[in-house]
Nanobody
Framework: QVQLVESGGGSVQAGGSLRLSCAASDRSSSTYGMGWFRQAPGKEREFLAAISSTGSMTNYAASVKGRFTISRDNAKNTVYLQMNSLKPEDTAVYYC?????????????????WGQGTQVAVST
């Protein structure tokens, strides 16, 4: 069972940038589709972005398209989420997830493995 560990969260002012990383515990993750989600207090877990196993295809939520970029480096077993032009409403716990079937769906039910999350706080 692959383990996922997110890092890179923190506090930033509105308009700033952060890059989140998600490191997988073994090379089998190179065949998995990967996604990023977030969850704010009292809200449902929300899809942000996903990427195919090769990195050739991506999928974004409308709310972050143009501001966030997902990428991956299979040699490092790591997926990234570059977040620019951050807004206070981006404040949440951010999670990465892996789909063993290689999919890159917006639906959280397709994902088999989840990280523990990393907190992002955006202030005005």
């Amino acid at each position: 069972q692959v383990q996922l560990v997110e890092s890179g969260g923190g506090s930033v002012q509105a308009g700033g940038s952060l890059r989140l990383s998600c490191a997988a515990s073994d090379r089998s993750s190179s065949t998995y589709g990967m996604g990023w989600f977030r969850q704010a207090p009292g809200k449902e877990r929300e899809f942000l972005a996903a990427i195919s196993s090769t990195g050739s295809m991506t999928n974004y939520a409308a709310s972050v398209k143009g501001r966030f970029t997902i990428s991956r480096d299979n040699a490092k077993n790591t997926v990234y989420l570059q977040m620019n032009s951050l807004k206070p409403e981006d404040t949440a716990v951010y999670y990465c997830a892996a789909d063993r079937e290689g999919g890159f769906s917006m639906f959280k039910y397709y994902y088999d493995y989840w990280g523990q999350g990393t907190q992002v706080a955006v202030s005005t």
